[in-house]
């Protein structure tokens, strides 16, 4: 899959877990297009709810191949047909947008530095609920969001850092800044949320 294709999948991933069901017939198109395996539809199938079927399937897309975003899109024209429209235009949009860091006024000796943990710290305090997408997007699955909201279901910052500290435990010295704004840029987040942020 195209890495514009995966961004647009990342970029809608909440509005996609309200808007679809899995229970139905994407699912079963995709395993008939050779796109997911019996195991990949068992594996769906077997979580509780519809929103953790959904990110399941969006989770297991990029990985099937190039054909798996257009194969995809066909699954939707039955039953969602405005679905598949919204993100043909975002994938439209995408396609005249600059994605560099340049206005984000980061110096590029910081971009490859790993965040320090106070850095993080400061960064959760500063986001709000678009945090989930963020996470999401730095590769925590819904089950790790899920474990950092019970971790301590009163206080949202705690939460954020949490997921942010497991991030870089989990990505090591790929857990950059470089990385971090990518995917804050994926949440579509505005360039002064690192103002509080010492970088």
């Excluded at 106070?118 to 986001?127: D, E, I, P, T």
Aim: aromatic share 6%.
């Amino acid at each position: 899959m195209e890495s514009r294709h995966k961004d647009i999948l990342r970029k809608n991933r909440l509005d996609l877990s309200l808007n679809i069901s899995t229970d139905d017939t994407i699912v079963q198109y995709l395993y008939q297009e050779d796109i997911l395996t019996i195991n990949h539809v068992e594996e769906i199938q077997a979580l509780a709810s519809s929103k953790s079927r959904t990110f399941m399937l969006l989770d297991i897309l990029p990985a099937r191949g190039p054909k798996a975003f257009g194969t995809f899109l066909d699954s939707l024209e039955a039953e969602y047909p405005w679905v598949r429209e919204r993100l043909m235009h975002g994938l439209d949009s995408a396609d005249v947008q600059v994605t560099s860091t340049d206005h984000w006024d980061v110096p590029e000796s910081v971009l490859q530095l790993v965040p320090s943990d106070l850095q993080l710290n400061k960064l959760a305090g500063r986001l709000g609920p678009e945090w989930v997408s963020v996470l999401l997007d730095l590769g925590l699955s819904t089950e790790d969001v899920y474990r950092c909201r019970t971790s301590d279901p009163f206080t949202m910052q705690n939460q954020v850092l949490a997921g942010l500290v497991l991030w870089k435990q989990r990505s090591g010295r790929t857990a950059t800044v470089h990385r971090l704004i990518q995917s804050l840029r994926a949440a579509e987040l505005h360039p002064s949320i690192l103002d509080q942020v010492p970088l």
